[in-house]
């Protein structure tokens, strides 16, 4: 006897059998109880899917502007581990530095991904969007801010005197007689 396929006869051994073979009229054909229709049921159904939608759409607005705001939290520590590196030009500040420019910048490129768990027609992502893209241009900005202070960005004139060209002689003496 292969498993699973029933004997001759006989059904599987805990199947159980919903189909209607009684001559008793169906449960349709019964009236409903006095103050109670059909249509009010399936207004009831929707009502409730339709509160049950718009609690999940609050829940995914409330969610997305935690994420929006998440990279302020990330500001304050990155501030902090900034400070304490000091403004001397050694391995640690610069690898806080580079760590202060690499995540917002990856966190602009995902803008799209980060925001996708709560993408849904009644939920308008635009103001958590643009949130979270401007915390993370203020992060990028410190970490622009902190290779400035250590003198790593080329904003003096001393900077670009391998680039301009040798200074014309005005004036010129010798020595001797007149």
Known sequence: ???????????RRWAVDFSDNSTSPSSRDIPDPLGFTRASQDQDDSTLSREKKNAEANWKSQKAWEVAQAPAKNLMMMGFMMWMAGSTVHLFSIGITVSALWQPLSALQGVGKVFEPYK???VDLL???LLFIALNLVGLGLGVWKLNTLGLLPTHASDWVSSLPPAQEVEYSGGGFL
């Open 127 to 129: 103001a958590p969007k």
């Open 120 to 122: 849904d027609s009644k």
């Open 1 to 11: 006897m292969d498993k699973g396929k029933a004997v001759m006869g006989m059904g």
